[in-house]
């Protein structure tokens, strides 16, 4: 196995036994909240805008042809992948190069599409909260990121 790989592995490891278990290298003190108000509270932080945020908000305009161009590739691809069954099926053998082309094809338009959805699909998008009686955007957060403040949990919408 390749060192780069190796280390991918190891890093996307790490990455997940750390958000598992809730493992932080430089934790907060948590913000302390009545034990009978902690089933009815939620922890929300200002929203910081940040590049990303910016670019997937001037994305937004062209979302709807980005779908109308991932749903054309993939039915070019429907159509590269029976094309290439057809011929194998014509001549009753299977041969392997003649499915090459749409597999690279595959792989690439798989990692456009996720290249794609990272820029229009920020962490913040699936974090935005609104909260009644606090203006501004907020995003939920943990009970110990810096600038966080508990609300009642009615408060808070989607």
């Known amino acids: 196995m390749k060192p780069v790989m190796l280390f991918a592995i190891v890093v996307l490891a790490a990455i997940i036994i750390v958000s598992s278990f ?3 290298l430089a934790p907060n003190p ?3 909240i009545a034990s009978d108000a902690t089933a009815n509270a939620l922890y929300v932080c ?3 805008s940040t590049f990303w945020d910016s670019f997937a908000n001037a994305m937004q305009p062209f ?10 590739i993939v039915i070019l691809l429907g159509f590269s992948w029976g094309w290439a069954l057809y011929q194998n099926l014509l001549q009753d053998s299977f041969k392997r190069e003649s499915f090459s082309k749409p597999w690279q094809m595959t792989k690439f338009s798989f990692w456009i599409c996720v290249i794609i959805l990272l820029f229009a699909m920020t962490p913040n998008y699936f974090r935005t909260v609104h909260v009644d009686g606090l203006a501004g955007e907020w995003v939920l957060c943990e009970s110990n990121t810096p ?6 949990a009615d408060t808070v919408h989607n």
């Open 30 to 32: 948590a913000i302390n």
């Open 147 to 152: 600038g966080v403040i508990a609300v009642r």
């Open 46 to 48: 200002p929203a910081a």
């Open 63 to 72: 979302n709807r042809y980005l779908i109308i161009a991932l749903f054309f």
């Open 22 to 24: 809730g493992l932080q």
